[in-house]
């Protein structure tokens, strides 16, 4: 490390923003880590290699003003593997004594997701690199890109970490935020005499995309701000055979649709194609606007209408028949109105009869055409979180998970679970065990139940444990001699097995080993391992008393 130190700092020096002069005592190590594995490392995802670019000011590239690339103050496939967090290396930048002390720091990874070794599963650094600087977005490529902005120090050596977080792969934050811990927050750090280590960017607690339904989201001022879905990204969910994932209405949350079946589409309207999920009327086609209309008075044909394609009827225009739709395509309705080629019934898409003429009674207008889905069925529903179940509350807009209490209850085990709603999402909360204390007094004694949780305080001289075949006691011992009770067979009154908290850790049924901490965690307990069947079925997740 020594060596590479010595060789980055050369770099730095020479390149960055013609930093003339380098003054030892004020500098800033730039210490790059990553959870993800290093590049010789077995488990993915991994890193494949990074590249370090620092100026005054970084300019990316946007659609239609691409960016010069500029040269690479550091490039190595160097990583030592550590438990947990592993170091890619240093590098030291040094000012040049002008009045501006600001320094950005750009740190891209090029990374392999998966076993699969191609453009869609793994990257160079150098690869991600350009797709940041020429305007080509990043989103859903196998990059991290991880900025910061700062200022030196005279004659303080600063040290400011940089993790590249697995939760940033393919997250693209735009030109002026970067994507800390699975956020895309400010890059501005800030940095103090009394400690060389500069503080991480300001960010939320939770990744946010992940608390909101909608999967697409902002953290502004520590808090988690959802925003609408989209398609792109809701076409990703995981949904069950045979089915697509899709924004729902109102935009607030992805949801898993019946796939378009072709041949269907056909069927269900004149020239209909599908669209993922949808069977899209077309506007105007000879197929649905061409012959007679008007009883025979006019002639039906797709015109230009106020830069919009339309179905129009060319001729007398009767109110009545022309209103209702009758010389219109399916889901469209008419006006009587006058073009520059005469007096006409002018067709255009409605959502209450885009629903109507759907088969399934599901439609919309979508960019001025109809377009019809399926109804939503559980058999088409993707797999849901533990303790939430798979729902179509609205037969029209999909499936969507749902927090349930029989399955909330099932995953935290013994002390039980609550839906909880909070921010328009719900979400499973594991009960808290309750404590109390006493100056005196004797300890509750259990019953011969076959299900009981003791949380009584045990403050007296003695102070007797009770007797269940499944228990947890979670009893706190506050006095000369109280005894927190747990025990099996039948009632007694002898003392039970004393002292402090005593707790069972719940197994709750987990089918993805990915689950298996944050109900560890609910349950009170700590994440000790997990191990996959191979041929599916529930995990058998390990959780260990903290």
């Known amino acids: 490390m020594r060596a590479v130190r010595k060789s980055a700092s050369v770099i730095a020096c020479s390149v960055v923003v013609g930093f003339l002069s380098c003054r030892e005592p004020t500098q800033i190590t730039v210490r790059v880590t990553t959870d993800a594995d290093c590049p010789e490392g077995a488990q993915r995802p991994r890193v494949n290699d990074i590249v370090i670019v620092t ?19 550091a490039v ?191 069927t269900e309207c004149e ?5 993922g999920a949808d069977c899209v009327c077309p506007i105007c086609s000879d ?74 009674g599901c439609g919309a207008c979508e960019d001025g055409a109809c377009s019809c889905t399926a109804q939503c069925s559980l058999d088409t529903c993707g797999p849901c979180p533990a303790g939430k179940v798979a729902t179509c509350a609205d037969p029209c807009g999909g499936c969507s998970c749902s927090c349930d209490e029989t399955a909330c209850d099932q995953l935290c085990g013994p002390i039980g679970g609550t839906c909880v709603t909070s921010g328009g999402a719900d979400s499973c909360e594991c009960n808290n065990p309750t404590t109390s204390t006493g100056m005196a007094g004797n300890g509750g004694n259990g019953g011969s139940t076959s299900s009981i949780i003791s949380t009584s305080s045990n403050g007296g001289m003695a102070g007797q444990g009770g007797t269940t075949s499944s228990i947890i006691s979670t009893s706190s011992n506050g006095g000369m001699a109280g005894q927190g009770g747990i025990g099996s067979g039948p009632a007694s009154s002898s003392s039970g097995i004393g002292g402090g908290l005593q707790m069972q850790c719940a197994l709750p049924l987990i089918t993805d080993c990915a689950d298996c901490p944050a109900a560890c965690a609910q349950s009170f307990c700590q994440f000790a391992g997990c191990t996959q069947p191979p041929a599916g079925g529930f995990v058998n997740c390990q959780c260990s008393l903290p």
């Open 287 to 360: 197929a649905n606007c061409s012959g007679p209309c008007n009883g025979g008075a006019g002639t039906s044909q797709c015109a230009d209408v106020e830069g919009q394609l339309s179905c129009v009827c060319i001729g007398a225009c009767d109110e009545a028949s022309c209103t209702a739709g009758e010389d219109c395509p399916d889901g469209q309705l008419g006006e009587c109105t006058t073009i520059p080629r005469g007096e006409a019934c002018v067709c255009s898409c409605d959502d209450d009869e885009c629903a109507a003429d759907c088969s399934t």
């Open 55 to 73: 100026a005054r000011k970084i300019e990316l590239g946007t659609k239609g003003n691409p960016q010069p690339v500029p040269v690479a103050n």
């Open 76 to 266: 190595t496939k160097q990583c030592a593997a550590e438990d947990g967090t592993n170091t890619i290396g240093t590098l030291v930048l040094l000012p040049d004594g002008g009045d501006d002390q600001s320094v950005e720091v750009m740190v891209v990874a090029g990374v392999q997701r998966d076993e699969t070794d191609d453009g869609e599963h793994s990257m160079s650094a150098s690869q991600c690199a350009d797709l940041a600087f020429t305007g080509d977005s990043v989103e859903g490529q196998p990059c991290i890109v991880a900025r910061r902005r700062l200022t030196f120090i005279d004659h303080e050596s600063l040290v400011m970490p940089v993790e590249l977080d697995r939760r940033c792969i393919g997250e693209d934050c735009g030109s002026d935020l970067t994507c800390f811990e699975g956020n895309c927050v400010s890059p501005d750090v800030v940095c103090s005499p009394d400690d060389p280590e500069c503080d991480p960017p300001e960010g939320c607690v939770d990744e946010c995309e992940l608390s909101c339904t909608s999967g697409n989201a902002t953290c502004q001022d520590n808090t988690c701000v959802c925003l609408e879905c989209k398609d792109e990204e809701c076409a990703g969910a995981d949904c069950g055979l045979g089915s697509v994932g899709a924004c729902n209405e109102d935009k607030t949350a992805c949801t898993c649709l019946a796939a378009c079946d072709p041949a269907a589409c056909a």
């Open 271 to 275: 020239g209909g194609t599908c669209e």
